[in-house]
Each structure stands twice: as structure tokens, then as C-alpha cells.
């Protein structure tokens, strides 16, 4: 089976990364997005930087100039060309981002059909909602603003996606928050697992660690073992309640609460345990009023899965 690894901003083909899922046994492709080779420099034809000109305000001559498009671009021949190297099978090639690498995947899962499995980190779509790059859109004319969404937003493409994904993201992201997160995979017709970490770190490292990453591949690209599978976060007589299923024993399940209003990176988020009984995973909630909150399940190898947070008025 192939990955082909998509990188963040600043980021580059991190050699690390690639060995990382060659020792799990895949090949695996990375490639870099601000058009510089090995040693740091700038190729003469690399495309437009990684910046933020780049990927809102520069269109050049059109649309053709923007970074956004040039790097749906990189990834899609990186498909192409893991898939054509012998020995790798084509039909089982997955893609995972970090950051701007994950709003990348959600973008080449709705435009690529190729792709069997997708696991974009922190990285969504919607970020005209809400994103920490709010004020570029401020600074768009209505129509670039427009051109943009239309093309370059995730969630003109995520409803094309219908490959499975595994989302994976901090309750505190800076760049990516809760709410976009959740219209995007809200927005793809293929099955959605969530894996919602609370505080958890933004960045490369801490973006390719978690052990659901690379166990979300195997299953979809290697015959290996499922998930636990938890549905959506339901408010019932001041409980948190969702149904589970798991064909491995679940280890830990937990409550996760914030009872914060404002900025959703700025919210404080309370942990308590939560009960397992007949398919059901239940907490009480605070008393207070309102509140969001979500529910997680762990498996006997440390697979996290989340319910869909929800609101509590």
C-alpha cells in the first residue's frame, strides 16, 4: 500500500516522516510545497511560496497563480506517481496532512477519487466561518473573496469526498476551531471517524504521532482491525449519551466539557469519566448553562474515537 504525506505550513518533505510509514510498511511520498529541493533553495520552477499572499491575495494573472492550486496539483501527481512505482498497488494509496497539509487532504479527497482512505490533521475547510485567518478574507474584495470559496474553501470539494476519513484535531486548535471542524466532516458523504483530542499541540511532530493515524491506514489500506465506532452526542435529561459498538474491549471512556462561550481556542475544557453499559456511553453534565461537550471511548490498544460535540442550552 502507498501514503502520500502532505506537509503544513513552513513544513518541507520531511525524510523522518516518510521513513516513519516505510518502517509500518508502506510506501510512503512526500514532496515540498513552497517549491524548494532538498537543500533549502528555491526551484526554478517550484510555483508560488508557501505564504499567505500566496494562498489568498496573489492571483497574478488568475486563479492558475494561486499556491492553493498549484499544490492540489503536487499531490495529485504525487498519487499518479507512487501508484505507477512497481510494487505499489495502486488501488490502496492513502493521503494524511498535517495543518495546511490537512486542509490540503480535504481538498484532494474531493477532487481525487483515487484516494482510499484520507486523515486530515487540524486542517478543515469553512475557514471563511471561522479560522485564524479571518482578517485576510476581511482584506478580499467580495469577488476575489468568492473566487476564492468557490475554489480553494474545502467545503466546495468535501462533498465529493467520499472515501473514508479520520479527523483529527485539538479541542484548542489556533488555526482550525471546533465549529468549521465539525461543518466540514459534516460535509463529506463518505463514513467519518472523529478522534478529538482535548489541549492536544499543533504541529508537525505532534501532528503525525497519534497511534489512530496510522491504525485508520492499516484498516482501510491493509485489511487491518476496525474501530470502535461511537454515534453522535445526544442531550437527554442532563446526560451526555451516545451509542458505541467495538469488536476489541474498551479500556476508558470519558466526558469532555466546556462550559466557555467566545473563542473556541481561548475555551477551558473539564475531562471526567464516563459509563459503559448495553451500547450505551453515558455522563451527567454540569449544571451550567450553556455548555458544549463531547464524549470519547478507548479501545485496549489506545484507539480514541469521538462523538460529534454538541451543545447543551
Same mark, same amino acid.
Given at each position: 500500500?502507498?501514503?502520500?504525506?502532505?506537509? /503544513?505550513?513552513?513544513?518541507?518533505?520531511?525524510?523522518?516522516?516518510?521513513?516513519?510509514?516505510?518502517?509500518?510498511?508502506?510506501?510512503?511520498?512526500?514532496?515540498?510545497?513552497?517549491?524548494?529541493?532538498?537543500?533549502?533553495?528555491?526551484?526554478?520552477?517550484?510555483?508560488?511560496?508557501?505564504?499567505?499572499?500566496?494562498?489568498? =491575495?496573489?492571483?497574478?494573472?488568475?486563479?492558475?497563480?494561486?499556491?492553493?492550486?498549484? $499544490?492540489?496539483?503536487?499531490?495529485?501527481?504525487?498519487?499518479?506517481?507512487?501508484?505507477?512505482?512497481?510494487?505499489?498497488?495502486?488501488?490502496?494509496?492513502?493521503?494524511? +496532512?498535517?495543518?495546511?497539509?490537512?486542509?490540503?487532504?480535504?481538498?484532494?479527497?474531493?477532487?481525487?477519487?483515487?484516494?482510499?482512505?484520507?486523515?486530515?490533521?487540524?486542517?478543515?475547510?469553512?475557514?471563511?466561518?471561522?479560522?485564524?485567518?479571518?482578517?485576510?478574507?476581511?482584506?478580499?474584495?467580495?469577488?476575489?473573496?468568492?473566487?476564492?470559496?468557490?475554489?480553494?474553501?474545502?467545503?466546495? =470539494?468535501?462533498?465529493?469526498?467520499?472515501?473514508?476519513?479520520?479527523?483529527?484535531?485539538?479541542?484548542? @486548535?489556533?488555526?482550525?476551531?471546533? @465549529?468549521?471542524?465539525?461543518?466540514?466532516?459534516?460535509?463529506?458523504? /463518505?463514513?467519518?471517524?472523529?478522534?478529538?483530542?482535548?489541549?492536544?499541540?499543533?504541529?508537525?511532530?505532534?501532528?503525525?504521532?497519534? $497511534?489512530?493515524?496510522?491504525?485508520?491506514?492499516?484498516? =482501510?489500506?491493509? @485489511?487491518?482491525?476496525?474501530?470502535?465506532?461511537?454515534?453522535?452526542?445526544?442531550?437527554?435529561?442532563?446526560?451526555?449519551?451516545?451509542?458505541?459498538?467495538?469488536?476489541?474491549?474498551?479500556?476508558?471512556?470519558?466526558?469532555?466539557?466546556?462550559?466557555?462561550?467566545?473563542?473556541?481556542?481561548?475555551?477551558?475544557?473539564?475531562?471526567?469519566?464516563?459509563?459503559?453499559?448495553? +451500547?450505551?456511553?453515558?455522563?451527567?453534565?454540569?449544571?451550567?448553562?450553556?455548555?458544549?461537550?463531547?464524549?470519547?471511548?478507548?479501545?485496549?490498544?489506545?484507539?480514541?474515537?469521538?462523538?460529534?460535540?454538541?451543545?447543551?442550552?
Amino acid at each position: 500500500p502507498g501514503i502520500v504525506l502532505v506537509h /503544513g505550513g513552513g513544513g518541507t518533505a520531511f525524510p523522518q516522516w516518510v521513513k516513519m510509514w516505510h518502517d509500518r510498511g508502506y510506501a510512503a511520498l512526500s514532496m515540498d510545497l513552497g517549491g524548494r529541493g532538498g537543500d533549502g533553495d528555491r526551484l526554478p520552477d517550484g510555483g508560488p511560496e508557501q505564504g499567505h499572499e500566496e494562498k489568498f =491575495h496573489a492571483v497574478g494573472e488568475g486563479l492558475e497563480e494561486m499556491w492553493s492550486y498549484h $499544490a492540489v496539483a503536487a499531490v495529485v501527481r504525487g498519487l499518479s506517481l507512487l501508484g505507477s512505482l512497481p510494487g505499489v498497488d495502486a488501488d490502496r494509496i492513502g493521503v494524511t +496532512g498535517i495543518s495546511w497539509g490537512g486542509y490540503m487532504t480535504c481538498m484532494v479527497a474531493g477532487v481525487d477519487d483515487r484516494i482510499r482512505a484520507a486523515i486530515p490533521v487540524y486542517g478543515c475547510g469553512f475557514l471563511h466561518h471561522n479560522s485564524c485567518w479571518l482578517e485576510e478574507f476581511e482584506r478580499l474584495s467580495d469577488d476575489h473573496r468568492a473566487a476564492w470559496i468557490e475554489h480553494f474553501d474545502p467545503s466546495s =470539494h468535501l462533498p465529493n469526498a467520499a472515501m473514508p476519513m479520520l479527523w483529527v484535531n485539538g479541542t484548542n @486548535d489556533f488555526a482550525y476551531p471546533m @465549529d468549521s471542524y465539525q461543518e466540514s466532516y459534516r460535509a463529506t458523504v /463518505g463514513e467519518t471517524t472523529l478522534c478529538i483530542k482535548v489541549g492536544m499541540d499543533h504541529g508537525h511532530e505532534p501532528g503525525w504521532a497519534p $497511534a489512530e493515524i496510522g491504525l485508520f491506514a492499516d484498516l =482501510h489500506l491493509r @485489511d487491518g482491525e476496525v474501530f470502535p465506532e461511537i454515534g453522535a452526542t445526544r442531550i437527554e435529561d442532563g446526560r451526555a449519551v451516545a451509542s458505541w459498538s467495538s469488536a476489541r474491549p474498551i479500556a476508558s471512556a470519558g466526558l469532555h466539557v466546556t462550559k466557555d462561550v467566545g473563542s473556541w481556542p481561548e475555551r477551558a475544557w473539564e475531562t471526567t469519566p464516563a459509563t459503559i453499559v448495553d +451500547g450505551v456511553v453515558h455522563a451527567s453534565l454540569p449544571g451550567q448553562r450553556p455548555l458544549i461537550a463531547y464524549l470519547t471511548i478507548e479501545d485496549d490498544r489506545g484507539v480514541t474515537v469521538s462523538s460529534e460535540h454538541a451543545a447543551a442550552e
